[in-house]
C-alpha cells in the first residue's frame, strides 16, 4: 500500500474538517436586532444601568436683589413684606442610587445647595420625596434619601483602575430634557485647579456632559459606577468635550463618613505641601516630577511625629502612588481620624518608608465670636495673641456655625480660618466685613480646613 498517499490525504481531510468547522453557523432565522447582526452597540449595558441613575428637582429661596425701598420699614409693613424678601426657584441636576436596600441616592452638592425640598424622579416615573443625609462642600457630594421600595442601584466601582483611553459613557438630565446618554473616553486623571472646592482629583471625560447632568453617572463598560459628574468647562456652560467627574473611590469614601456622622470629619497630618516642578526635581534627587513636596511640617503634629521633614517629596500613600499635591490633599482629606497612613517619600535621592497616625483637627477654643450679618449662623473672631495660630497666619477664626444655618449650607464649619475674600488677603473682622459688603453680586471666600485650603463661593 502507498502510505504516503494516504497520508497526504488524511492531512488535506483534516485541513478542510477544520476550515468548515471554523465557519460561522448559518442561522435558522433572520437576525431581529443590531447584536444579532453584528453591530456594536451599547443597549444592553444602558438598559442595565439608567434605572439606578434619576432626576432630581429641587426648589431653593434666594434673597431678591437689593432695593432702596425694601429698606424702608414703613415701605415694608404697609406692603406686608419680610425683612429679607426672597423669591422661590425651581432647578433640576441627577443623582446616581447606590444602596437599593436603604435608598442612597449620591449627587452633587451643589445641586441640592440651598434646597429647600428636593423631588427624585426614576426612571419609571415615579416622584419621591427625598431627605438630605449630609452634604460635603469640599468635594462637592452630598447624600439623599428615598423611600428603599422597588429600587435599583448602580454597583460601585475602582475609580483607581481606570487609565486613560478607557470607554465610558455619562448618563443625566441635561437641560432638564430627560435621561440622556453620551459616550466617550477617559481623557485625564487627577484633574486638579478647577477652583470647584478644596479636594480636587477629577477624572477628565469627553463624554458629553452638559447643565443638568450635575451629580449623573460616569459608568465603565462593566456597568460600574466609576464618577458622579460634577463639572464642565465652555464658553457658556456647555459641552466643548470637556467634562470632569469625582471619581468613585473619592465618593464612596465621602458617603461613608455622611452616612455615619451626617458630614466629613476630616483629620489633620501636620504638612504644608506643594507640586514638583522640574527644577525643584532635580535639586530634590528626585528623578520624576510624580510626587508632593512637604514645603511645611507642623510643631507636634502627626507628620512631625513620623519623622518627615521639609523637602521630602512624598510618592505614595498606602502604597497608592501620589501624581501631585492636589491628589496627596485630596487623599488625606479622605483618611478617617486616627487611622494610620503609610508614606513613602523620597528624601535626597533615597527612598523612606514612614507611618503616622491621623489626628483630629486642632481646636483653638477662641471663645464666643462676633456675629456676621452677610453669613447669617457664622461667629468668627480675630487671631489674637495667646492662640496658636498667632504670628504664623495672618486671618480670622470661625468659632461657630449654628445648625441649619445658611452659612453651614454653604460650607463653612466651626474651627476653619478665613484668610481672604475675593482674593484679597483680610486680617481684622473689619477688613471681613468691608470686603462682605463690596462684593454685590457673589464672592469667594478662602480658608484653611487643617492641611487644606478651601473656596467658599457665594452667590
Known sequence: MNYRLIEAVCRVVCTLLALFAALPATPASPPTDSARQGLPTLAPLVNEVTPAVVNISVITRSPLEDNALFRDPFFRRFFNLPDRPERREQASGSGVIVDAARGYVLTNHHVIKDAEQAIVTLKDRRQLQAKLIGADPGTDIAVLQIDPKNLTA?????????????YVIAIGNPFGIGQTVTSGIVSALGRSGLSVEGYEDFIQTDASINPGN??????????????INSAIIGPAGGNVGIGFAVPSNMARAVMNQIVRYGEV??????????????????????????????????????????????????????????????????????????????????RGGEARMLRAQIAAPQEYAPGKGQAIPQLAGLQAVEIERGSPLYQHIQGLIVSAVENNSRA????????????????????????????????ERGYTVSLLRGDVSVTITIR
Do not use: C, W
Open 214 to 227: 450635575s451629580g449623573g453617572a460616569l459608568v465603565n463598560l462593566r456597568g460600574e459606577l466609576i464618577g
Open 408 to 439: 453651614l449650607h454653604y460650607g463653612f464649619r466651626a474651627g476653619d480660618v478665613i484668610y481672604a475674600i475675593n482674593n484679597k488677603r483680610i486680617r481684622t473682622l473689619a477688613e471681613f466685613q468691608t470686603g462682605l459688603r463690596a462684593a
Open 265 to 346: 470629619r476630616r483629620g489633620r497630618l501636620g504638612i504644608e505641601m506643594d507640586d514638583l516642578t522640574p527644577e525643584l526635581a532635580k535639586k530634590l534627587g528626585a528623578g520624576s516630577l510624580e510626587g508632593a513636596v512637604v514645603a511645611a511640617v507642623q510643631p507636634d503634629s502627626p507628620a512631625h511625629k513620623a519623622g518627615l521633614r521639609e523637602r521630602d517629596v512624598v510618592v505614595a500613600l498606602n502604597g497608592r502612588p501620589i501624581r501631585n499635591a492636589a491628589e496627596l490633599r485630596a487623599r488625606l482629606g479622605l483618611t478617617p481620624i486616627g487611622e494610620q497612613v503609610e508614606l513613602r517619600v523620597n
Open 154 to 166: 448602580l454597583k460601585v466601582g475602582d475609580s483607581d483602575a481606570m487609565q486613560v483611553g478607557d
